[in-house]
């Protein structure tokens, strides 16, 4: 199994940055990508940025050029520093896990932008 656990959501004001973070524990020795996705309330759950085993990264076009994936794979940690946060931005953010064996998610953070 993975676990993973999400930290780093909160209240900002627009145009200001967070970083979440996502540590991964148990069987992360498999992993083919993880990521963060988002769901803003009424709508779907939508994929926000994924950083994939080889060190490849996507992002949705919303967000390209304002938020950067990375990772540690030393803490077997990804993180989401997001800046110029726009209030379209508010969501609970998901932490995702991918392996041969299946996908995880985290609980979620919440994030709130004002306006």
């Known amino acids: 199994q993975v676990q993973l656990v999400e930290s780093g959501g909160g209240l900002v004001q627009a145009g200001g940055s967070l970083r979440l973070s996502c540590a991964a524990s148990?069987?992360?020795?498999?992993?083919?990508?993880m990521g963060w996705y988002r769901q803003a309330p009424g709508k779907q759950r939508e994929l926000v940025a994924a950083?994939?085993?080889?060190?490849?990264?996507n992002y949705a076009d919303s967000v390209k050029g304002r938020f950067t994936i990375s990772r540690d794979n030393a803490k077997n940690t990804v993180y989401l520093q997001m800046n110029s946060l726009k209030p379209e931005d508010t969501a609970v953010y998901y932490c995702?896990?991918?392996?041969?064996?299946?996908?995880?998610w985290g609980k979620g953070t919440l994030v709130t932008v004002s306006s």
């Open positions: 995702h896990h991918e392996d041969a064996y299946g996908s995880t």
């Open positions: 148990g069987r992360t020795f498999s992993t083919y990508a």
């Open positions: 950083i994939h085993s080889g060190g490849s990264t």
